[in-house]
T-cell receptor, first 113, second 114 residues
Framework: EAQVTQNPRYLITVTGKKLTVTCSQN?????MSWYRQDPGLGLRQIYY?????VTDKGDVPEGYKVSRKEKRNFPLILESPSPNQTSLYFC???WGTGANEQFFGPGTRLTVL | AQSVTQPDIHITVSEGASLELRCNYS??????LFWYVQSPGQGLQLLLK??????LVQGIKGFEAEFKRSQSSFNLRKPSVHWSDAAEYFC????????????FGTGTRLKVLA
């Protein structure tokens, strides 16, 4: 089944404790992206990647890191999480440059205490 | 700066009534436009997209949208709403000139009355 998977789905952590949210897709998509969703703000793009070893900032990259060492995986790293990073996070993937349709994962709900 | 505006935060319609959700964008180059739907507790699903050509595009679940370049709009419509259409709807722009970002609007939450 074609899908985007994220792990974990739910995470509660404390301020400053490094964490990684994994994202994997099995559709051989070039483009992958991370978003955060907050009430009243819609989805905001954190980082995107157009292919292996090619990443770029979205609109809200501060406090986040990403890497794209393999085509299928695009982990999101929070090196020192803070309470303002409490949010619902979505990973997505798509063909080509990303101006195409994106396929979304189920989301990861993160709470930083 | 690129932006997407969905002026209606909430919309309530009766089942069987028509629906129009508004979307305005600001982008200097040719926009790639999308509408996504998010059901409660779910991820996002593509309803339809516009890249070029016919300005009236058809999507899934009976939805359609019309691109109007002069108004910088891409409004979503459905002639007869079903109770299962209750969800949150997001308009998005894919940028293609220099950067390859995806910009979403803030969403419109649709409530359907039986």
């Amino acid at each position: 089944e074609a899908q985007v998977t994220q792990n974990p789905r739910y995470l509660i952590t404390v301020t400053g404790k490094k964490l990684t949210v994994t994202c994997s897709q099995n559709m051989n998509h070039e483009y992958m992206s991370w978003y955060r969703q907050d009430p009243g703000l819609g989805l905001r793009q954190i980082y995107y990647s157009m292919n292996v070893e090619v990443t770029d900032k979205g609109d809200v990259p501060e406090g986040y890191k990403v890497s794209r060492k393999e085509k299928r995986n695009f982990p999101l790293i929070l090196e020192s999480p803070s309470p303002n990073q409490t949010s619902l996070y979505f990973c997505a993937s798509g063909w080509g440059t990303g101006a195409n349709e994106q396929f979304f994962g189920p989301g990861t709900r993160l709470t930083v205490l | 700066a690129q932006s997407v505006t969905q002026p209606d935060i909430h919309i309530t319609v009766s089942e069987g009534a028509s629906l129009e959700l508004r979307c305005n964008y600001s982008y200097g180059a040719t926009p790639y436009l999308f509408w996504y739907v998010q059901s409660p507790g779910q991820g996002l699903q593509l309803l339809l997209k516009y890249f070029s050509g016919d300005t009236l595009v058809q999507g899934i679940k009976g939805f359609e949208a019309e691109f109007k370049r002069s108004q910088s709009s891409f409004n979503l419509r459905k002639p007869s709403v079903h109770w299962s259409d209750a969800a949150e709807y997001f308009c998005a722009v894919g940028t293609t000139s220099g950067t390859y970002k995806y910009i979403f609007g803030t969403g419109t939450r649709l409530k359907v009355l039986a």
